[in-house]
């Protein structure tokens, strides 16, 4: 287990950016998959992004391609969301998460750490 927090969330404008951040405690930070994930009020916590452990394979889900690039620091022990060309549908609670492997399903039972979520509101 890995403990995260998050950090970075807040009121944009539309067309604006944001860049999240998520502190992980512990040593073996560098051996975890690292994904992000949002919820939006009334609906079911989707994919966003993922990154395997040395940062070298990506994958995103196609709403947020070309906008949101996901990036860690293991010397830091902190992935990245950068977020870019915001829109209003982006508003959601955004959480990171942690799993011992790359690939497969991206849904959310299979990780197994998470943080306490950070705000993103977009405003039209």
């Known amino acids: 287990q890995v403990q995260l927090v998050e950090s970075g969330g807040g009121l944009v404008q539309t067309g604006g950016s944001l860049r999240l951040s998520c502190a992980a405690s512990g040593r073996t930070f560098s051996s975890y998959t690292m994904g992000w994930f949002r919820q939006a009020p009334g609906k079911e916590r989707d994919f966003v992004a993922v990154i395997n452990w040395s940062g070298a394979r990506r994958d995103y889900a196609d709403s947020v391609k070309g906008r949101f690039t996901i990036s860690r620091d293991n010397a830091k022990n902190t992935v990245y969301l950068q977020m870019n060309s915001l829109k209003p549908e982006d508003t959601a609670v955004y959480y990171c998460?942690?799993?011992?492997?790359?690939?497969?399903?991206?849904?959310?039972?299979?990780?197994?750490?998470w943080g306490q979520g950070t705000q993103v509101l977009v405003s039209s």
């Open positions: 998460a942690a799993r011992s492997y790359y690939g497969g399903n991206y849904d959310p039972p299979s990780f197994g750490s």
